[in-house]
């Protein structure tokens, strides 16, 4: 039950994901996400970085309480979103921003469908007429670019 718990959680991630870049991050604290698509930042840390500590804290009341509680369904919740962070960690800034130069020559066409619905939406610099929200789902188009591509 507790893996059930902690697999849903990841999984519903993806929605809070979406609806939380397109109606907040886009929204009302587009101040702290600008320099992400502007790049008006300098250095290696963006004010969007602070959104890790913003969705890290209920991560971490929700593990402690989990924790104090006899690791109940609270920890494993918390233990899904922090998976999924993790996750959108090493996608996101790892593999498509490259914040480390690492897994750059791929031929994946999941990966390749995923870093290219992130370039187009950062093709957008501004909060308005945005596109491909998400983050580990895009759409289908481009799976079907890359997957194209790799049956010929």
């Not at 962070?85 to 130069?101: E, N």
């Not at 939406?121 to 670019?145: A, D, I, R, S």
Request: aromatic share 20%; charged share 15%; net charge positive.
């Amino acid at each position: 039950m507790n893996f059930l718990i902690l697999a849903a959680t990841f999984f519903i991630m993806e929605g809070i994901t979406w609806l939380t870049h397109k109606y907040v991050m886009h929204g009302f604290l587009w101040s702290l996400h600008k320099d992400h698509h502007d790049h008006s930042s300098e250095g290696p840390m963006e004010k969007n970085d602070y959104f890790f500590v913003i969705f890290a804290l209920p991560t971490i009341m929700l593990m402690y309480y989990g924790t104090i509680q006899g690791f109940n369904h609270w920890f494993y919740i918390a233990l899904g979103i922090a998976l999924y962070g993790m996750a959108y960690f090493f996608v996101h800034d790892i593999f498509i921003h490259q914040r480390l130069k690492v897994f750059r020559n791929t031929e994946n066409p999941y990966l390749l469908a995923i870093r290219r619905a992130h370039k187009q939406h950062h093709k957008h610099t501004g909060k308005e007429e945005g596109e491909c929200f998400g983050f580990l789902w895009v759409p289908v188009k481009y799976f079907k670019m890359y997957f194209n591509k790799t049956n010929k």
